[in-house]
């Protein structure tokens, strides 16, 4: 097949015979691979009847996906959603008349890997579901204008899940980027004594990939570091499978070297259950419920819920902080420590980012779970309360018996992503060692 002209309409409208018996026998392949086939549209179902999507309506046979100026879940988590549940919503109602799919970026002007992660996840659903019918969906699109998204676009979004390799980067250009992506789904795997299984495998690996940015940068990971990393990287995906009710996970990581600012972006996402629903689901005479419970209790007393700020909005956020996990049973256990040592990390990077410069950094992270978005920049810090638990509460006085800044704490309305996805930016430059290094 020739080679487009003009790039900017990426996804060509694969007409020939040879390229559709071929991917026809991919999609075969892949789905004997999968042991649950009637988990395929289980992440697609759940962000299905969340009624945002009014505006996109398919036209007879086509359907059009316009991808926001910015498409981040981080910056935008609002109308981010809004689009990826309404491709969601709009195949499944329509999944036996939609044809064509054009997937248009040519707006976008920012965008950040969680985001795009997802997209492509819920296209890579939908391909495997059509892995049996005779009629495929064809897809087409555009490129974003920027240089430097449409070089992301090709080497970690739609381009190459859906295998369109007229379009990939040279191998010159992809040996300036460092790529990372497994997803997991609810493959079983027999491990034989003394191997690793296959997350702790795949955290082995993504730890190698962290290693490799910062080599790329003249350092690397000490050894504490590493196992550190490995550490809290396997419990927050432990804790998706657990409290989720699904073991479904995806992380992802991206450096682009060619990049002004050199950003390292990492995403991990999980399709379940919320952090709220897993501590409203508790019992009322269990440990963890009994460690929240006095919080949602204050709130109640003093009025404090509104449509701004919800009991969701509350348990997501009281989950975060530090031996507070819906799995701990006694006050022995000191499950959650995961992402009180992810936070640990941002913040180390963020001081790193900023100590030695009047410029603002641009490390940023967010956490989303349901209708909650949180999102850190350094502004509000994880520290020990008088008793020396991890406390981040994002208000003045670091008390979450108080409501936080909404300006980090958001309520996103009928917005809502079933699961929780973590998503991380921050630039690697030489400066920024002892912040991934922990101190040592």
């Not at 709009?90 to 890997?113: A, E, F, P, S």
């Not at 994880?382 to 704490?409: C, H, T, W």
Request: charged fraction near 25%.
């Amino acid at each position: 097949m020739r080679k487009l002209k003009d790039s900017d309409y990426f996804l060509a409208l694969h007409r020939s015979k040879k390229f559709l018996k071929q991917q026809e026998r991919n999609d075969q392949k892949a789905s004997h691979k999968l042991q649950q086939p009637t988990h395929i549209s289980r992440p697609i179902n759940l962000l299905n009847n969340l009624g945002l999507a009014e505006q996109f309506a398919h036209h007879g046979h086509n359907f059009d996906i316009t991808i926001p100026e910015i498409f981040s879940i981080i910056h935008n988590p609002k109308e981010t959603l809004r689009v990826l549940c309404g491709f969601a919503e709009t195949i499944r109602k329509n999944n036996t008349k939609i044809k064509n799919i054009t997937v248009d970026h040519g707006k976008m002007i920012k965008l950040d890997l969680s985001a795009e992660s997802i997209l492509d996840f819920l296209i890579l659903e939908m391909k495997r579901e059509e892995a049996n019918k005779r009629k495929k969906i064809r897809f087409g699109g555009h490129y974003p204008k920027d240089a430097k998204l449409r070089r992301y676009l090709r080497a970690v979004g739609i381009i190459k899940n859906l295998k369109i390799e007229h379009e990939y980067l040279s191998e010159k250009e992809e040996s300036t980027l460092r790529i990372f992506r497994m997803i997991n789904k609810s493959r079983l795997q027999k491990v034989n004594v003394g191997t690793a299984d296959i997350k702790e495998r795949k955290v082995k690996e993504f730890v190698d990939h962290i290693n490799s940015c910062l080599e790329d940068h003249g350092q690397q990971l000490t050894v504490s570091t590493r196992a550190s990393l490995a550490h809290y990287t396997g419990e927050i995906l432990g804790n998706a499978e657990e409290h989720s009710g699904l073991q479904d996970w995806t992380i992802a990581g991206y450096l682009d070297n060619e990049h002004e600012s050199h950003l390292s972006e990492i995403a991990i996402f999980n399709f379940g259950k919320t952090i709220a629903e897993t501590f409203k689901e508790l019992p009322k005479y269990s440990y963890a419920y009994k460690m929240v419970h006095p919080y949602v209790e204050a709130h109640r007393r003093r009025s404090l819920f509104g449509t701004s700020w919800t009991e969701d909005d509350l348990l997501t956020l009281v989950a975060l902080q530090g031996n507070i996990s819906s799995k701990n049973e006694s006050p022995e256990q000191d499950r959650g420590q995961g992402t009180v040592d992810l936070i640990h990390f941002f913040q180390n990077v963020h001081h790193e980012c900023t100590k030695d410069t009047d410029t603002s950094c641009e490390a940023k992270m967010a956490i989303l779970s349901g209708n909650t978005h949180i999102m850190f920049d350094g502004t509000y810090q994880m520290k020990s309360d008088p008793s020396g638990r991890q406390v981040i509460a994002f208000n003045k006085n670091n008390d979450l018996n108080e409501p936080p800044d909404n300006k980090y704490v958001t309520h996103l309305g009928k917005a809502s992503f079933p699961g929780v996805i973590i998503g991380i930016r921050f630039p690697m430059v030489t400066s920024q060692t002892r912040g991934l290094n922990n101190g040592d």
